[in-house]
């Protein structure tokens, strides 16, 4: 299956709030509530930051959001902070897949 | 608390083969219901799914790189390894054991091996 789309990058001043997006197709983004996002930072394994499209884990902030809107999931951030600069990743469940479908990435910037 | 651990060689010749295991600790590969696998990040690049394992022997392999990995457990020491031949400087990346369970995209991550194809 193809990977989910993503934005190379994003960019935003400490303080303001920025929406990721992640677009697949109606097999996996579009038909299932599961998706999830990684926040990975240089050197680190990703983290988890968002399950089943909106559900936060225990300790994430709770600035951390997510949405979907037909085959498109969303992550937005609010209140920035510096330490939210990072790669972000978001992974789909599709049938024909075990792990998911994986995002390109997005690099924030916190400006 | 479920605890993966990527172990190996930070650096193979080109043309051989790439071996890794993964050691799993606070969770029982025989019995459990997750699917068992390997993740890898080139430098400076996206995450790319190798392929993953099943406690009863079922793989599933990333097609383009089907020809050359092989994914395999040993349940009498909690463990699950990755092999992927023939490799090339392409192959140079992070290698992470991840696990899931069926139906979710909620992975567990080891903390990553580089692994640096090189003569």
């Known amino acids: 299956q193809s990977a989910l789309t993503q934005p190379a990058s994003v960019s935003g001043s400490a303080g303001q709030s920025i929406t990721i997006s992640c677009t697949g197709t109606s097999s996996d983004v579009g038909s299932f509530n599961l998706v999830s996002w990684y926040q990975q930072h240089p050197g680190k394994a990703p983290k988890l930051m968002i399950s089943e499209v909106t559900k936060r884990p225990s300790g994430v902030s709770n600035r951390f959001s997510g949405s979907k809107s037909g085959n498109t999931a969303f992550l937005t951030i609010s209140g920035l902070q510096a330490e939210d600069e990072a790669n972000y990743y978001c992974c789909s469940y599709a049938p024909t897949s075990t792990f998911g479908v994986l995002g390109g990435g997005t690099k924030l910037t916190v400006l | 608390q479920l605890q993966l651990q990527e172990s190996g060689p930070g650096l193979v010749k080109p043309s051989e083969t790439l071996s890794l295991t993964c050691t799993v600790s606070?969770?029982?590969?025989?019995?459990?219901?997750?699917?068992w696998g390997w993740i890898r990040q080139p430098p400076g690049k996206g995450l790319e799914w190798i392929g993953t394992?099943?406690?009863?022997?079922?793989?599933y392999y990333n097609p383009s790189l089907k020809s050359r990995v092989t994914i395999s457990v040993d349940t009498s020491k909690n463990q699950f390894s990755l092999k992927l031949n023939s490799v090339t400087a392409a192959d140079t990346a992070v290698y992470y054991c991840?696990?899931?369970?069926?139906?979710?995209?909620?992975?567990?991550w080891g903390q990553g091996i580089l692994v640096t194809v090189s003569s």
């Open positions: 991840a696990t899931a369970p069926p139906m979710t995209t909620v992975i567990n």
């Open positions: 606070g969770d029982s590969i025989s019995s459990s219901s997750s699917y």
């Open positions: 394992i099943y406690h009863s022997g079922s793989t």
